[in-house]
């Protein structure tokens, strides 16, 4: 079954979503902590999967998908940035992430983080879906790759 919602997606395009930066991120020099950065890319991640995901009527990718793989080039330090903070909201950073490939049982999700309109992180996860119930690695519905083509970049 194919959404009825599928035109709403852009062709080939980067979902782009902000983080809010938190205290706790930073390590003893100010910076961003290296783990952070997975978490930050954690969220953009599930904001993608699991509520644009289920926006577009699929549920099934918060059924279960884990992560076989990840990489993360460290290209600058992002610090906390109080100059860039309101008294409404935290300093912010930006998530641009596509897929870059989609297999019959894995897809790989590329990603760049940027600090204002500076590039600090490049990364990329490679996912599984995966069938909690059995236990075990499954294929990737007709569905989800209908989702995910939109943001497969050339």
Not at 9 to 33: E, F, I, K, Q
Not at 89 to 112: C, D, H, N
Request: aromatic share 12%; with cysteine; proline share 5%.
């Amino acid at each position: 079954m194919t959404s009825p919602v599928a035109a709403e997606h852009p062709p080939a395009a980067r979902y782009v979503y902000h983080c809010a930066l938190r205290w706790s991120d930073l390590d003893a020099y100010g910076h961003v902590n290296n783990a952070r950065f997975l978490t930050l890319y954690e969220e953009a991640r599930v904001a993608l999967m699991f509520v644009g995901g289920r926006a577009w009527g699929l549920n099934s990718f918060a059924d279960g998908v884990v992560i076989a793989r990840h990489e993360v080039d460290y290209l600058r330090p992002v610090d906390y940035a109080l100059g860039r903070a309101t008294a409404e909201q935290a300093p912010m950073v930006r998530i641009e992430l596509w897929v870059e490939e989609i297999k019959a049982s894995r897809f790989t999700i590329g990603y760049e983080l940027f600090d204002g309109e500076t590039l600090a992180s490049r990364a990329r996860s490679v996912l599984v879906p995966y069938d909690l119930e059995q236990g075990r690695p499954r294929r990737l519905t007709e569905d989800e790759r209908a989702f995910l083509r939109p943001y497969q970049l050339s």
